[in-house]
């Protein structure tokens, strides 16, 4: 079953505004993983945080992990039109290697 | 990060009827994964593909249903049988990282399959 659940669903925003996403699970976790999915195509991994981890960045991306509130949050500064994609939250809580994904937040961002 | 297609891409098929989806990675890796995302939905773990033993399905998947080949580190085939309406979703295939345990996964680009 599925144990991340996000929020919101869908979100939409003009360019060069930022982008929040929020994640909560509800077991121990290992790590917590975000990926962008296109137009229903492949997944695309941008970032990976482990639960010794508070917070990490990776370009334009900022996740920050609270483990006692068993949530994450995914922040994209300065959105651009092509950040308009699903984002999904995934845990491994499904065991080794095993993802769990979240339900996914729908970002329109317009130019 | 590794490098995976699948085959097809896209295809519309016939209810009753079963369709082979090809997972090509450009490196050998240990273990293959196939998800099905419903339209609409996040994706969920159909089975874990371990070259040279039988695939671990997750509750709600059957081996009947869902047979998988897993013939070497580099490919894997899910097989979707006796279709109906409700398998029409997208098919994706990931391996692991390959760097220890709990890394991330990389995706291949899907197959989405419409059953009429």
């Known amino acids: 079953s599925q144990q991340g659940e996000e929020d919101p669903q869908a979100l939409s925003i003009q360019e060069g505004e930022n982008a929040t996403m929020n994640c909560s699970y509800k077991t121990s976790i290992n790590n917590l993983q975000w990926y962008r999915q296109n137009s229903g195509r492949g997944l695309v991994h941008l970032i990976l945080i482990r639960s010794n981890e508070r917070e990490k960045h990776s370009g334009r991306l900022r996740v920050t992990l609270d483990t006692s509130k068993k949530s994450s949050s995914l922040l994209i500064t300065a959105s651009r039109a092509a950040d308009t994609a699903s984002y999904f939250c995934?845990?491994?809580?499904?065991?080794?290697?095993?993802?769990?994904f979240g339900a996914g937040t729908r970002l329109a961002v317009h130019p | 990060s590794a490098v995976i297609s699948q085959k097809p891409s896209r295809d519309i098929c016939q209810r009753g009827t079963s369709l082979t989806i090809q997972c090509q990675v450009d490196?050998?890796?240990?273990?293959m994964f196939w998800y099905r995302q419903q339209p609409g939905q996040s994706l969920t773990l159909i089975a874990t593909a371990n070259q040279g033993s039988e695939a671990t399905y997750e509750s709600g998947f059957v081996i009947d249903k869902f047979p998988i080949s897993r013939p070497n580190l580099t490919f894997s085939t899910l097989t979707v049988s006796n279709m109906s309406p409700e398998d029409s979703s997208i098919y994706l295939c990931s391996v692991d990282g390959g760097r220890g345990a709990y890394n991330e996964q990389f995706f291949g680009p899907g197959t989405r399959l419409t059953v009429l």
């Open positions: 995934a845990t491994d809580a499904g065991g080794y290697n095993k993802l769990i």
């Open positions: 490196s050998q890796v240990t273990m």
